[in-house]
Nanobody, 116 residues
């Protein structure tokens, strides 16, 4: 129900934009987020945009990554600028119902590799 795309290889200092298309859910009533998991590390939170369009992001990406959503297109975005090698990870999108955290979904992940 969540299909992430847009990953790939980028050079340090470069940019990528990830997309996550949702299907089968009422996209507008879900809080949406991006997480990432680097090799050998635990999955970590990157950024969130609520159903009310409030955004928040981890300190490690603040000022470089921008999360946004387009409810008309059922799509979540992550604009990643000033990429660093430590941003290398599999990026996952996540949807959590705004009234029940028990209702949540994960995308399949898209790999981002940043070379130095």
């Amino acid at each position: 129900q969540l299909q992430a795309s847009g990953g790939g290889l980028a050079q340090a200092g470069g940019s990528l934009r990830l997309s996550c298309v949702a299907s089968g859910i009422i996209f507008s009533i879900f809080d949406m987020g991006w997480y990432r998991q680097a090799p050998g590390k635990q999955r970590e939170w990157v950024a969130t945009v609520s159903s009310g369009d409030t955004t928040n992001s981890a300190d490690s990406v603040k000022g470089r990554f921008i999360i946004s959503r387009d409810n008309a297109k059922n799509t979540l975005y992550l604009q990643m600028n000033s990429l660093k090698p430590e941003d290398t990870a599999v990026y996952y999108c996540n949807a959590v119902h705004r009234r029940s955290t028990f209702v949540n979904y994960w995308g399949q992940g898209t790999l981002v590799t940043v070379s130095s």
